[in-house]
């Protein structure tokens, strides 16, 4: 997480002093250390953000103590960068260290006056960032290898004696600036005269400060108290220099840093910790059962904080700084947490359900049988009979349905030859005895409960009182299926969707292509020594193509150029380029061509999406058609690789 890097008033560390240079071992003199203070200088005075606005006009003086007379109660070192400017043409620098630490507690003092989220706290902020950087360039202490850190100029034991920090309604005031009615931290004088400095405590909550306290007994505490406990001991927590180092780790950044969401994939505060850890899913009220449900689930959320802080931001950086700290108290505090057991999971409930249970009378009962066969023609009063020959007659006569025969009973079955006196009467009911094909009767078991049914040559069912079909259904006479059989119009299927079609349609060539090509090139600025050029030209049969490329870890910036059909300006239509999912801006040049406009775009490590899409409509001044078959799609994915040094 990219955030600001501060230091408490009162800090008591002296800044690094280094006097030699690892470059041909010069040693750094007043006259060196002068020369190179006042280029710095400058580069402050000079530098800009992003909205082309100088950032240390509000610090070039001091404010006047007849205008501000609080300020100097408040800041016990003032330092403007006049301060700075006159001592170094005093000579009273021996090195660069001291320079940035005199810039360092200006920039302290600017944050410690003013509210955070003020103009001029931002603006206190940006001077740190510009200094950090451009010392790293300039200082030889980065460079002698002992981890060098800047720190900001100690504050005199007489100055800081008795400063307590408190939260007082006052005003917005820095070297140079106007009055601005707000609320601000600032820092009271009282209390008897000491040379140790009393850190503020952000809560009731005892901070830790070294690593041998009680934390709060976390033996007497249950797995979700010990928990609650743990991330509100590590927020609270302050150090010697009176920070809260958590400040900075509580929120996300803003969705307007786009680039940190770039690079840090899982993104994590303690502020969501902290709400996993009273239950709350969501917008959802707090359950009070914490989601975590061992230790070490806490654990990898933790160290996902430190890690993202040490991914995003350069090494020695001040949020570097802060994490270490924030990584060392949790360790020594999680340490003393995991003495509370965590908790045994429950065996999941196992319910037996017995649906239907009988009772002893019923249990005594023989079960149901279906007997298949006429051996026996006795009532069975314990089963259900079955007539087997009354069941093959009515599997003979739905096969004969589906088989689409007039007549639906085989040669050997009742009817089957018979002639017209084998249609029954005319009111339609069949003979209550079959008659078999040599013409003798066929014995009628008194068991059996199936009816006998046949089929007259038109088809129709007799012997069996059926209600006529309901209306819109009509017999399929042309089959001999006793089955009605539904009329319908047949219903055309949903034409499918444009941008799922991964085909040109039936017809249609590369000749045709909206999307000609699309060709991926280093940028010439790079002066890359193997320089490439890829053009991607459009597919046959394909309207959706992708690639996939390898490049080294110099190429970081690239060209993506595509190629549109003169038929596509003529229609309607909407044109989109993207690195990984984000849209990109044409290059402006002297001559645009919008049929080949030209991208630019910064490649980040890893794998990188690059997309040309195109859709089009119908053709200006026509109107629309309702299922789409107008609008056409065509897209080409490029997927390019930057591999590691």
């Known amino acids: 997480m990219k955030r600001k890097s501060t230091v408490a008033l009162g800090a008591t560390e002296t800044p690094n002093k280094r006097r030699k240079s690892t470059q041909g071992g010069s040693q750094e003199t007043p006259e060196s250390t002068t020369t190179a203070g006042l280029n710095v200088v400058n580069h402050v005075k000079n530098a800009r953000d992003k909205q082309e606005n100088l950032i240390a006009t509000n610090f070039l003086h001091l404010p006047t103590r007849r205008d501000h007379p609080d300020y100097y109660e408040v800041i016990a070192l003032p330092i403007a960068i006049e301060t700075i400017e006159e001592k170094l043409n005093r000579r009273e620098y021996h090195n660069l260290s001291e320079v940035e630490s005199d810039f360092k507690r200006m920039i302290q003092n600017a944050k410690d006056y003013n509210e955070k989220g003020s103009d001029i706290h931002n603006d206190a902020e940006k001077i740190r960032k510009n200094i950090s950087n451009h010392m790293r360039k300039v200082n030889p202490a980065y460079e002698d290898g002992s981890g060098y850190q800047a720190t900001p100029t100690p504050i005199p034991n007489s100055a800081a004696a008795g400063i307590k920090i ?138 996902l904080i430190v890690s993202n802080a040490r991914r995003y931001n350069q090494p020695g950086s001040g949020i570097v700084d802060e994490v270490n700290q924030l990584e060392d108290i949790f360790k020594k505090t999680f340490a003393k947490a995991k003495s509370v057991p965590e908790p045994v999971p429950e065996p ?57 025969r007039t007549s639906a009973m085989p040669s050997n079955s009742p009817a089957a030859d018979a002639g017209p006196a084998s249609a029954g009467p005319a009111n339609g009911v069949g003979s209550s005895r079959p008659v078999t094909a040599n013409g003798a009767s066929e014995p009628h078991h008194s068991a059996s409960p199936a009816p006998q049914i046949t089929l007259a040559r038109n088809g129709s069912v007799e012997g069996a009182s059926m209600p006529p079909p309901p209306p819109g259904l009509t ?10 059989q539904v009329s319908h119009t047949p219903v055309p299927p949903p034409p499918a969707n444009p941008l799922e079609n991964r085909f040109r349609a039936p017809g249609k060539t590369a000749a045709d292509a909206l999307l000609q090509q699309v060709t991926i090139s280093a940028h010439p600025m790079l002066k890359l020594p193997n320089s490439f050029r890829l053009p991607i030209y459009a597919h046959n049969k394909l309207s959706q193509v992708s690639t996939t490329m390898h490049v080294t870890s110099n190429c970081t910036w690239i060209r993506v150029e595509p190629v549109y059909a003169p038929a596509v300006f003529q229609r309607q239509h909407n044109l989109f380029s993207t690195l990984n999912h984000q849209k990109i801006a044409a290059v402006k040049v002297d001559q645009p061509d919008m049929r080949r406009p030209i991208y630019e775009a910064r490649l980040l490590a890893g794998l990188n999406t690059i997309e040309c899409e195109v859709i089009t409509g119908p053709v200006r001044g026509t109107p629309k058609i309702g299922n789409h078959t107008d609008v056409e799609y065509e897209k080409v994915t490029v997927y390019v690789n930057v591999m590691s040094a």
């Not at 690079?263 to 899913?281: D, F, M, Q, S, T």
């Not at 017999?475 to 009605?484: A, D, E, F, K, V």
Request: proline share 7%; glycine share 6%.
């Open 475 to 484: 017999p399929r006479l042309h089959s001999g299926s006793p089955l009605p």
């Open 166 to 303: 408190e939260r007082t309604p006052s005003k917005h005031v820095t070297p140079s600036t106007t009055v601005d009615d707000k609320k601000k931290t600032t820092l009271k004088l009282n209390g008897p005269r000491s040379a140790k400095v009393e850190p503020s405590r952000a809560s009731s909550t005892p901070a830790a400060q070294d690593a041998e306290d009680d934390r709060g007994g976390f033996a007497k505490l249950s797995f979700q108290k010990a928990q609650e406990q743990l991330v509100k001991d590590i927020i609270d927590y302050v150090n010697d220099d009176g920070i809260q180092v958590s400040e900075n780790f509580k929120d996300l950044p803003p969705r307007k840093l786009q680039d940190y969401y770039q690079v840090i994939k899982n993104p994590l505060c303690l502020n969501k910790i902290k709400k996993r850890v009273l239950g709350v899913v969501g917008r959802e009220a707090p359950t009070g059962v914490s989601l975590y449900k061992n230790w070490q689930q806490l654990a990898d959320d933790m160290n």
């Open 348 to 404: 999941p409930v196992r319910i037996n359900l017995k649906v239907g249970g009988r009772s002893q009378e019923s249990a005594e009962q023989p079960p149901l049988k279906i007997r298949i066969g006429t051996k026996s023609h006795a009532a069975d009063t314990n089963g259900v009979m079955v007539d087997s020959a009354a069941l093959k007659r009515q599997q003979e006569l739905v096969a004969a349905g589906a088989n689409g």
